[in-house]
């Protein structure tokens, strides 16, 4: 195995035994020569057959592990080894947060910078297939991430069982629609198993949440707010076991007010199960106040959303920035792309949006949507889905080619190896209505009109300078601006960035 590298290996219990996913633990400990030691958690996949996932940190050495389960059944309970092998791909990592909590870094220390799609339904309706046209699509564009609900979360949700077929979609628990987690169908989890190793082929991670507190998927009553405590937070740990030895980011409440128990109870259980420390948030709904568990050891991050009414809502997310202790911060649902008709929030609608929550102190990322996209429409006018909320026409697959995405993406590209690690926003350097700066290292500033730009003081700001269309990702212009001098507006008045940085 080299570092980095997801490497699977699979137990088989001597019987079938009574209820293993609701009753039986099973964990690996895995030793390394040096002494590090990292503990996961196995999941059952049907029949007697368990597995095991794990990662090396290290890039050097053996593990040995050990398994241990709260049965006595023999082959339950197994030892092994695994060696490292240093190979010539550096692999950075998986994302954790900054020193600082404003931002995502990579395990090497790297800086990282999450541009996330919002194609909520995928995992229930998508086809392998789609999902490789979907992936190609999003990663030419510039995108990283994506949010996900692993579940169809409506209770009340009635189709068939058949990905491709009008109002279709896959079941991962029989008894959800009765507001519980104890009978998963191991082919659905099998067949995501599938899904998520194509996007993290085209190095997409998945944003990855359990059961939905908001609206769902076609508003009706979702499990999030019904389930126990106790089975959210143990499908909370099956998550971690399946998919945890991959990068994953974990966004344990979604579009609720971030009080439901259920959330908490899945917070603390990924927090105690996942030995890589991947980031785990919150996502809220548009009118909650987003500050739920602040102080908590388990949040990494949290997550405002402005709603689908087209409006640009950038206080939010500085709202959020000056909050204590430090969480990173996001706008984690901007209006999507032509809801509700073809001309909200189109175009450089997206673009402006981006940039403008990024300078307010979303220094964790970006995140993009379209209609049509985020509830996997199949085609233009199928059936049973809430007019609000679909574009005027076409599916997911015409929904990819909205402008909106293109400028969104253009964002991670443009700014890929600076160093943003804690970056904070900055009115003092420059007289600009957005910037962003980490002292002595990076100074970016968002011009909505390409206006005159003043150095008014000295503040360690680097002096070479580069100017970028953020519509493009053209580089315009490049010089040096020293403190007392400023760069012209414009003549046409569009927008730009200007990035201060020595390379």
Not at 120 to 149: H, Q
Request: net charge negative; hydrophobic share 40%; charged share 20%.
């Amino acid at each position: 195995m080299n570092a980095w590298e997801e490497v699977s290996f699979e137990l088989r219990s001597s019987q079938v035994l009574e209820e293993p996913y609701a009753s039986v633990d099973v964990w690996a400990t895995f030793t390394h020569d040096d002494g590090a030691i990292l503990r996961r958690p196995a999941f059952h996949d049907g029949g007697r057959v368990w597995r095991v996932r794990f990662a090396s940190p290290l890039s050097h050495g053996t593990w040995r592990w050990q398994t241990s389960a709260n049965v006595a059944d023999p082959g339950l309970h197994a030892s092994g080894s695994l060696d490292v092998t240093p190979d010539s791909l550096h692999r950075p990592g998986f994302w954790r947060m900054s020193p600082g909590g404003r931002s995502l870094i990579h395990a090497d220390g790297t800086a990282a910078l999450m541009v996330a799609d919002t194609a909520w339904a995928l995992p229930w309706r998508a086809t392998e297939e789609e999902v490789l046209e979907y992936a190609r699509d999003r990663a030419a564009k510039g995108f990283n991430a994506v949010l996900l609900m692993s579940v169809q979360p409506d209770m009340r949700a009635t189709g068939p069982r058949d990905r491709s077929a009008d109002e279709g979609f896959d079941v991962a628990f029989e008894d959800l629609s009765s507001g519980h987690l104890n009978q998963p169908d191991y082919g659905y989890f099998q067949y995501l198993d599938r899904l998520l190793a194509v996007l993290a082929s085209h190095g997409i991670v998945p944003v990855l949440q359990p059961v939905f507190q908001g609206f769902g998927w076609k508003g009706l009553d979702v499990a999030g707010t019904v389930v126990p405590p106790s089975e959210y937070a143990r499908y909370c740990r099956y998550l971690v076991a399946r998919y945890g030895a991959r990068p994953m980011v974990y966004l344990v409440g979604a579009d609720g007010a971030g009080t439901e128990p259920q959330i908490e109870a899945g917070g603390r259980e990924i927090h105690e199960t996942d030995c890589y420390g991947q980031p785990t948030g919150i996502h809220y709904r548009p009118h909650a106040r987003a500050t739920a568990h602040q102080a908590a050891p388990w949040l990494d991050f949290q997550w405002c959303q402005t709603g689908h009414g087209g409006e640009h809502v950038p206080e939010r997310v500085a709202f959020l920035h000056r909050e204590d202790p430090v969480k990173a911060v996001a706008n984690g649902e901007p209006t999507y792309e032509r809801t509700g008709g073809p001309d909200v929030a189109t175009g450089w609608w997206q673009g402006h949006e981006a940039w403008s929550n990024l300078c307010a102190g979303g220094t964790m990322g970006v995140v993009y949507g379209a209609a049509n996209i985020w509830q996997w429409v199949h085609r233009d006018g199928e059936p049973g889905h809430a007019p609000f909320f679909l574009a005027p026409s076409g599916g997911w697959r015409e929904a990819l080619q909205c402008e909106g995405s293109t400028y969104v993406g253009l964002v991670g590209r443009i700014l890929a190896g600076l160093p943003t690690t804690d970056m904070q926003p900055d009115w003092e350097t420059f007289i600009a209505p957005r910037a962003l700066s980490v002292p002595g290292q990076l100074h970016i500033i968002y011009q909505e009109s390409g206006g005159w730009l003043p150095m008014m003081q000295e503040r360690g700001t680097p002096y070479a300078y580069r100017i970028v269309d953020p519509r493009t990702g053209d580089v315009l212009a490049t010089g040096r601006l020293y403190p007392g001098e400023s760069l012209d507006a414009d003549p046409a008045r569009r927008p730009r960035v200007v990035i201060f940085h020595n390379e």
